[in-house]
Nanobody
Framework: QVQLVESGGGLVQAGGSLRLSCAAS???????MGWFRQAPGKEREFVAA????????DYADSVKGRFTISRASAKNTVILQMNSLKSDDAGVYYC???????????????????WGQGTQVTVSS
């Protein structure tokens, strides 16, 4: 059984940083791993993704230059380093993984097979 477990959320002041981790178990290979977030009353939105083999990354325009996604292969873990946090970055952050290849890419949450339980990020102004 595949499990994704997020950690690292919390309360931070605007301009501060947080580091989210997603530890995967039950499977040692995924095609893409991504982070999504959801604010109250809003749809879940794409934040960042990384391909498992090549390590290529992709980001939402709203976080480019501030967030970095990386993978620690030995630990089956994906990291999201978030810097210069803004109030708009607040929400529940979810780790997700694609267990097969999807032709249409990585931005659509419906194309992810596995999800974590989410971790809350709160940004105070």
């Amino acid at each position: 059984q595949v499990q994704l477990v997020e950690s690292g959320g919390g309360l931070v002041q605007a301009g501060g940083s947080l580091r989210l981790s997603c530890a995967a178990s039950g499977r040692t290979f995924f095609y893409v791993m991504g982070w999504f977030r959801q604010a109250p009353g809003k749809e879940r939105e794409f934040v960042a993704a990384i391909t498992w083999c090549a390590g290529s990354t992709d980001y939402a325009d709203s976080v480019k230059g501030r967030f970095t996604i990386s993978r620690a292969s030995a630990k089956n873990t994906v990291i999201l380093q978030m810097n210069s946090l803004k109030s708009d970055d607040a929400g529940v952050y979810y780790c997700a993984a694609q267990g097969k290849i999807y032709a249409s890419g990585k931005y659509d949450p419906s194309l992810y097979d596995y999800w974590g339980q989410g971790t809350q990020v709160t940004v105070s102004s």
